[in-house]
């Protein structure tokens, strides 16, 4: 006998922002959020995990307000959950499917109940992943294998990555050196943070508290800048190596990459997060249940975590 289908509230609890601030002031938890409308390409998810980012707090204190839907707004990108309903012209998922991903800007975001999502920013999740760990992977894993890409980094090449310990870092280095096949992996963290970064597999970590990098004997074929030292990056180059970065370099002729939904990532590295060779790195401190949103965004802004930030359960 097939299952029923899923009884589907008019109503949720989410977390949203009606004007532009700080997260602990401008966002609010409403219990009686609308449901999102689901368009026909795209699913419905019960969220069970959603990760927080940086250019979550940016949008909501208005640094990127461009794309925004109208007031109020849902934040979150970052989405683990299961499938309840499908659009009439979503053909890749059906109803109980456990799936990951990322949301549409326009659309209600991850940190609510419920939200909506184009089937093609979603894949299916993999089974050795909890909904927390997958809810960690999209956008951090789309932007470090993105900007891998865009570089060019190849096999038998080294790399530093600057912010090893971060939500994106800490994938870029597992990334460069399992994916990418890159020879020698660099990382600068903080003196906490080191042995983090051995763990995962990095040839060099750097203790930026002790060490400047740019002022090491060693020299990188590429440097991956996730926080914002292009100029420096440059000083660690070999002669014909190559800097990416992830902030607009201003003058400097760094390689920018900024992130757009691509499941084709997802897909490409599933091997790799199925095998253990790429795993999710869950700050120590989460998940964060759902009513320390708040806590969770003002802990995000410190910059002292270590990989991503959870919000488990939603509920």
Known sequence: ????????????????????????????????????QLNEDQVLIKVVAAAINPIDYHKILGNYNDSDAPFPIVPGYDVAGVVIKVGSAAKKFKEGDEVYGMVEAKDVG??????TAQENG???????????EAASLPLAIETAYGALHKVGLSAGQSILVLGGAGGVGTLAVQ???????????????????LELMRRLGVDLPIDYKKENFEDLPDKF????????????????????????????????PAILFITTPDVSM???????????????????RGPFPFSQTIEALSYLETRRAAGKLVIYPIS
């Open 221 to 252: 074929d590429v440097v991956f800048d996730a926080i914002g030292q292009t100029n420096q990056a440059f000083k660690a180059l070999k002669e014909g190596g190559k800097v990416v970065t992830l902030m607009p370099p201003g003058v400097s």
């Open 175 to 193: 990334i460069a050196k399992h994916v990418f096949g890159a020879s020698k992996v660099a990382a600068t963290v903080s003196t906490g943070k």
């Open 266 to 284: 997802l897909q490409k590295l599933r091997p790799y997060l199925k095998s253990g060779k790429v795993v999710p790195v869950l700050d120590p």
């Open 110 to 115: 991850s940190l609510a109940e419920y939200t």
């Open 1 to 36: 006998m097939a299952a029923a289908p899923a009884i589907i509230p008019s109503h949720m609890k989410a977390w949203a922002y009606s004007e532009h601030g700080k997260s602990n002031v401008a966002l609010k938890f409403h219990p009686n959020f609308p449901i999102p």
């Open 122 to 132: 979603l894949d299916h999740k993999p089974p050795n992943l909890s909904f927390a």
